[in-house]
């Protein structure tokens, strides 16, 4: 079975400054981990993923994550958020595959000026 | 291309009536799957289909039948809603590239 923990429900942070957005996961088969955004009244977005290879994913809008092992994490970072990074964030891992993910429960990405 | 579209965008059904959420795309993809998403407990896995023909159920199946018959096709039924199925519910197919892509929501109200 597998479960993804997202410990921060809220993250308030100002403009320019830097974020990390927590995840940590549990697997027992191949680990494939995604970042999805969603925006009000919107569907979610694939904002980066990790299938193999290189430990540090770059996404789009400025994001990455790095994928650590030893630690099951795959936390999120932006080193200058903007105001339109406003939106929730879902950490989700995947059997063996980008098909069935389990969702966490969401990180509420709020920036303020 | 239209990518992933649901109708409709917002449903209200009174205890016991049966609706059917529509979800369709047009990027061939194989891998299709239903959720739902609720406050405070991100989005559950439904019911989800491999291919035309084959479907199986996912965390939360209870109170919902689906069917695929096409590759573009993916409908999700209520038989008989129950104010516990209010949600908003999303669709989303997968590629090759283990993106999957999610359509705009249905947001169901049931009274």
């Known amino acids: 079975a597998q479960s993804v923990t997202q410990l921060d429900s809220q993250v308030p942070v100002f403009e320019e400054a830097p974020v990390e957005l927590r995840c940590n996961y549990s697997?027992?088969?191949?680990?494939?981990l995604f970042w999805y955004v969603q925006y009000p009244n919107q569907g979610l977005q694939l904002l980066l993923k990790?299938?193999?290879?290189?430990?540090l994913v770059k996404g789009i809008n400025g994001f990455e994550a790095e994928f650590n092992k030893s630690q099951t994490s795959f936390h999120l970072r932006k080193p200058s958020v903007h105001i339109s990074d406003t939106a929730e964030y879902f950490c989700?891992?995947?059997?063996?595959?980008?098909?069935?993910?389990?969702f966490g429960t969401g990180t509420q990405l709020k920036v303020e000026l | 291309n239209a990518g992933v579209t649901q109708t409709p965008k917002f449903q209200v059904l009174k205890t016991g009536q049966s609706m059917t959420l529509q979800c369709a795309q047009d990027?061939?993809?194989?891998?299709m799957s239903w959720y739902r998403q609720d406050p405070g407990m991100g989005l559950r896995l439904i019911h989800y289909?491999?291919?035309?023909?084959?479907?199986d159920q996912g965390e939360v199946p209870n109170g919902y039948n689906v069917s695929r018959s096409t590759t573009e096709d993916f409908p999700l039924r209520l038989l008989s809603a129950a104010p516990s199925q209010t949600s908003v519910y999303f669709c989303?197919?997968?590629?090759?590239?283990?993106?999957?892509?999610f359509g705009p929501g249905t947001r169901l109200t049931v009274l």
């Open positions: 989303a197919s997968t590629g090759s590239t283990d993106t999957q892509y």
């Open positions: 697997s027992s088969v191949s680990v494939y």
């Open positions: 990790y299938l193999s290879g290189s430990t």
């Open positions: 989700a891992v995947g059997e063996g595959g980008g098909n069935k993910l389990t």
């Open positions: 990027m061939n993809h194989e891998y």
């Open positions: 289909s491999v291919g035309a023909g084959i479907t």
